[in-house]
């Protein structure tokens, strides 16, 4: 059964749409959905299966676990995991035909004293983030390594650190060092079926169409890559929705929430809501942020506490009343609040803050009728 109290509404259509503007605009470049973290908080099981059924043949994520999440749901086909790989998951790795990232010689020792032959791995090459890789030079000795020992080294790949950001200069050099590590590779014999490169932001700027996929997580959600240009293209697949638990009217003077951080000037009329914190809504918004309430905004008054937050209904001309519809994130009327303008108000990215919607809050998954 499902409590109105607050949930997720997860637009598969949208997550649809969005895939397949990347498919259709990187082609021959192939989209692989990155759906690390819960697929950035949006439910990894559910948007797997219908990224599949839309035609996606690779799947990304960062740890084996949440590869094998996914193996157990059914998802069958191909998995890249980009971390750290445990080698006390080996066993399991091989029995569900994970595929692994290779990131460093004295970890590839590691697995291979765990792993004699077998396994099917990409190397991650270093070109700039000092993360995770070898850098270019150390890289093809790895590579060498890899293809000797009796592994299969499937693909190579690097990230960009900077792709969000205006000044291009630093990913074209990127890109630039990638490509001549890709040259040495091939001078010595080594084919390598899978190369990728772009994440959202480097698939949309920069002409990746020679690598085979691009790596595709927070605009397939239909959140924006960058703060540097806006997709029009790209539809939110999350909706984050509550109800009003009580609503009362203000004396002057009287205050509202731990700390009492708000005090009213005037009467008001105030309303709570019935999320906080412990729900993953973050308590920065405390005196910051909005909601949606009867298709207009109403502003947060006071703290967030763990599990409400008390919100100004005094400008609404019909007072809400328990059990209507609050809006924390998306669309009500003409209204919409964006992933974007909370990470604005709380100083992050759009990223963080639907990484951290908290399993407390149920997601409920629904398809569009009419999708365009
Ligand atoms: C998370 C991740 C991505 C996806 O990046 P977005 O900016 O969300 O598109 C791509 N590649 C790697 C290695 C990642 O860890």
């Given at each position: 059964?499902?409590?109105?109290?607050?949930?997720?509404?997860?637009?598969?259509?949208?997550?649809?749409?969005?895939?397949?503007?990347?498919?259709?605009?990187?082609?021959?470049?192939?989209?692989?959905?990155?759906?690390?973290?819960?697929?950035?908080?949006?439910?990894?099981?559910?948007?797997?299966?219908?990224?599949?059924?839309?035609?996606?043949?690779?799947?990304?994520?960062?740890?084996?676990?949440?590869?094998?999440?996914?193996?157990?749901?059914?998802?069958?086909?191909?998995?890249?995991?980009?971390?750290?790989?445990?080698?006390?998951?080996?066993?399991?790795?091989?029995?569900?035909?994970?595929?692994?990232?290779?990131?460093?010689?004295?970890?590839?020792?590691?697995?291979?004293?765990?792993?004699?032959?077998?396994?099917?791995?990409?190397?991650?090459?270093?070109?700039?983030?000092?993360?995770?890789?070898?850098?270019?030079?150390?890289?093809?000795?790895?590579?060498?390594?890899?293809?000797?020992?009796?592994?299969?080294?499937?693909?190579?790949?690097?990230?960009?650190?900077?792709?969000?950001?205006?000044?291009?200069?630093?990913?074209?050099?990127?890109?630039?060092?990638?490509?001549?590590?890709?040259?040495?590779?091939?001078?010595?014999?080594?084919?390598?079926?899978?190369?990728?490169?772009?994440?959202?932001?480097?698939?949309?700027?920069?002409?990746?169409?020679?690598?085979?996929?691009?790596?595709?997580?927070?605009?397939?959600?239909?959140?924006?890559?960058?703060?540097?240009?806006?997709?029009?293209?790209?539809?939110?697949?999350?909706?984050?929705?509550?109800?009003?638990?009580?609503?009362?009217?203000?004396?002057?003077?009287?205050?509202?929430?731990?700390?009492?951080?708000?005090?009213?000037?005037?009467?008001?009329?105030?309303?709570?809501?019935?999320?906080?914190?412990?729900?993953?809504?973050?308590?920065?918004?405390?005196?910051?942020?909005?909601?949606?309430?009867?298709g207009k905004?109403?502003?947060?008054?006071?703290?967030?506490?763990?599990?409400?937050?008390?919100?100004?209904?005094?400008?609404?001309?019909?007072?809400?009343?328990?059990?209507?519809?609050?809006?924390?994130?998306?669309k009500q009327g003409e209204e919409r609040?964006?992933?974007?303008?909370?990470?604005?108000?709380?100083?992050?990215?759009?990223?963080?803050?639907?990484?951290?919607?908290?399993?407390?809050?149920?997601?409920?998954?629904?398809?569009?009728?009419?999708?365009?």
């Amino acid at each position: 059964m499902l409590s109105r109290r607050t949930f997720l509404e997860i637009d598969l259509t949208a997550y649809i749409n969005n895939l397949m503007f990347f498919s259709r605009k990187l082609s021959p470049t192939k989209v692989m959905a990155v759906v690390k973290s819960n697929a950035y908080g949006h439910g990894a099981i559910e948007l797997s299966r219908v990224a599949i059924e839309n035609g996606i043949n690779k799947l990304a994520v960062a740890f084996v676990e949440e590869a094998l999440e996914l193996r157990e749901a059914g998802v069958k086909i191909p998995i890249i995991v980009f971390n750290y790989f445990d080698p006390e998951y080996s066993k399991e790795v091989l029995a569900n035909d994970l595929t692994i990232t290779i990131y460093s010689e004295q970890q590839f020792k590691r697995i291979k004293e765990r792993v004699p032959e077998g396994l099917k791995v990409h190397l991650n090459v270093d070109t700039g983030m000092r993360r995770l890789g070898p850098d270019v030079e150390s890289a093809l000795k790895l590579a060498k390594d890899i293809v000797d020992s009796g592994y299969f080294l499937e693909g190579v790949y690097t990230h960009f650190a900077v792709a969000d950001e205006r000044d291009e200069s630093f990913s074209l050099r990127q890109l630039r060092d990638f490509r001549r590590f890709l040259e040495s590779i091939r001078k010595i014999g080594i084919t390598i079926p899978i190369i990728h490169v772009a994440n959202s932001a480097g698939a949309l700027r920069f002409n990746c169409s020679e690598f085979d996929y691009a790596r595709i997580g927070i605009a397939s959600y239909g959140l924006q890559p960058s703060e540097a240009f806006q997709i029009n293209e790209l539809e939110p697949v999350l909706s984050w929705k509550s109800v009003v638990s009580y609503v009362k009217k203000l004396k002057k003077g009287d205050s509202i929430s731990y700390g009492r951080t708000f005090i009213a000037r005037k009467e008001m009329t105030v309303a709570t809501v019935p999320v906080g914190y412990g729900d993953g809504y973050n308590r920065k918004l405390s005196n910051r942020g909005e909601v949606l309430i009867g298709g207009k905004r109403c502003k947060i008054l006071g703290r967030v506490c763990m599990d409400q937050f008390v919100v100004d209904v005094s400008h609404l001309s019909k007072k809400p009343k328990i059990g209507d519809e609050v809006v924390l994130i998306g669309k009500q009327g003409e209204e919409r609040i964006t992933v974007e303008e909370i990470a604005k108000l709380i100083d992050t990215i759009n990223y963080e803050v639907t990484c951290t919607i908290t399993s407390r809050v149920p997601r409920i998954y629904r398809r569009r009728e009419n999708s365009r």
